[in-house]
């Protein structure tokens, strides 16, 4: 077996994948032309599969701050938050993001993906045990590896089964930490908070929520499901990303606990990346303040999510399991998937194409995500390719 | 607790449904290279022997096992630990 040999499987995978009609899983956006619309295989197309959730990404604010970050900063830090890589927005923004939560702290990192290597890694160390929901994000699964804790799956939102698996840890269950996520990306399904952080305290655990896709979509002030939940209190940390309802790319971490501050020294995914550059800093700060100012766009966007979780359920599409601004069309094989995607851009509609192992179930996925940017011509034309396109779906040969 | 032979014997009957029809298994025989499981059907090998067994499985133990023998040893040792 040489070195580059385990890349067969792979080519295997894609050949097959190629064979069920997917060229590539990748789409080139050719022109971005505003927060829902971008030229694809030279056809105008409504994006309905982005994360932009509140349509932030032109918003004029937010590119005036950029703009002016980048003159007066220039394009990079060039460096590591430890070293050459804090700048005053750094600072700023960490003191924001901590007045916005009502936390003690706040810890900016440079993608969200970091965000989770970096704090799971340095919470959680030898002789602690990791209770993680089988469904949380590849970023938690690899956070929980590069530390060195024992790691531990529950049943997808089964607070039952964390119950168990708290109980079997008996003493340990005090050096426990529980990862779960306020929506979950693939199914666009909430955790139940309220119940996982009674079960945390009864055992007297450390609880870690992923806000990821919930800031800015969940809560009376956009903070998120422990916000809706009403659990704020007995969530230890949060977790985020800049890149979706802040329509930029970084990551964060919130919390009471005065050891955040001592996380700076022991995360390796803090400390060896070059830190977010300036423009970036700067334009999360606006959409930020955006967040926190205008409530209407969490509202347009919630409208928008119930009109299409709606009208695809009119149109008997398999969904995921709440009205969410994630809304997942489920099928139990790739090809109907590849079909109904193909149709969709063909109708200047782009939406998430994800197949196994990427899925929670085995099956494959269209992922649409709504957006607040999403005017009402544009989600009837969404619903109206979706219309079209269920009798083709009905009518195609089912596959071998 | 169990010993290795009864775990043996109650993982090789867990184990059935994932193997293709007539194949045999033994103690040797590789989970990935020659029942071909992918990480998703592993994943859901792992949910079926924590109930069979009443047991909660590290994910860590993953990477030392490859044969059903390494899969059984791994499974006795956490089963002595009383996870």
Redesign the interface.
């Known amino acids: 077996m040489g070195i580059l040999d385990k890349f067969q499987q792979v080519e295997a995978t894609r050949r097959a994948l190629a064979e069920k009609g997917v060229k590539s899983i990748t789409v080139v956006m050719e022109e971005i032309l505003s927060p829902t619309e971008a030229t694809i295989n030279g056809r105008r197309t409504i994006l309905a599969g982005t994360n932009n959730y509140l349509g932030l990404t032109f918003d004029p604010e937010c590119i005036k701050a950029a703009c002016q970050a980048l003159w007066e900063e220039g394009t990079g830090t060039t460096g590591s938050r430890m070293a050459n890589g804090t700048f005053s927005g750094h600072v700023a923004l960490e003191r924001e993001l901590a007045d916005f939560f009502g936390c003690r702290g706040a810890i900016v990192f440079s993608t969200g993906y970091l965000a989770n290597l970096g704090m799971l890694a340095a919470l959680a160390g030898p002789g602690d045990?990791i209770l993680l929901d089988?469904d949380c994000h590849a970023s938690i699964y690899d956070g929980?590896r590069l530390g060195a804790a024992?790691?531990?799956?529950f049943?997808h939102s089964d607070v039952a089964d964390l119950e168990k698996?708290l109980r079997?840890?008996?003493d340990r269950s005090a050096n426990c930490l529980i990862l779960v996520e306020g929506i979950y990306s693939m199914l666009g399904d909430r955790a139940p908070l309220k119940e996982i952080a009674a079960v945390k305290a009864q055992y007297g655990a450390c609880l870690v929520v992923d806000e990821a896709h919930s800031v800015g979509v969940l809560g009376e002030r956009g903070r998120g499901l422990a916000e809706e939940a009403g659990v704020e209190e007995s969530v230890d940390f949060i977790v985020g990303t800049f890149s979706k309802s802040l329509g930029a790319i970084g990551g964060f971490a919130v919390s009471n606990h005065p050891q955040l501050e001592l996380i700076r020294y022991a995360s390796r995914p803090y400390i060896f990346t070059a830190s977010p550059s300036p423009s970036t800093i700067a334009s999360t700060r606006t959409a930020l303040a955006i967040l926190r100012a205008r409530s209407e766009l969490r509202s347009r966007l919630w409208e928008n999510a119930r009109r299409l979780y709606q009208r695809l359920t009119e149109l008997q599409f398999v969904l995921g399991p709440e009205v969410s601004p994630i809304v997942a069309v489920r099928f139990p094989n790739p090809e109907q998937a590849v079909l109904l995607r193909d149709g969709l851009l063909e109708r200047g509609v782009y939406v998430n194409l994800v197949l196994?192992?990427a899925t929670p179930d085995?099956g494959a996925l269209l992922r649409c995500s709504v957006s607040a940017g999403h005017t009402p011509e544009q989600m009837d034309r969404i619903c109206e390719a979706f219309a079209s396109l269920r009798q083709v779906l009905d009518a195609a040969p089912a596959p071998q | 607790m169990p010993g290795y032979e009864e775990i043996l014997k109650e993982f090789l009957g867990i184990l059935k449904p994932f193997a293709k029809d007539g194949q045999r298994l033994d103690e040797q025989t590789d989970l990935v290279a020659d029942l071909g499981l992918d990480s998703l059907r592993v994943m859901k090998l792992l949910v079926e022997v924590e109930d069979r067994f009443d047991v909660s499985m590290p994910l860590n133990f993953l990477p030392n096992v490859r044969t059903i023998k390494d899969f059984v040893l791994q499974l006795q040792h956490i089963l002595g630990e009383g996870h």
């Open positions: 045990v089988a929980c024992e790691v531990i799956r049943r698996r079997r840890l008996g196994p192992p085995g």
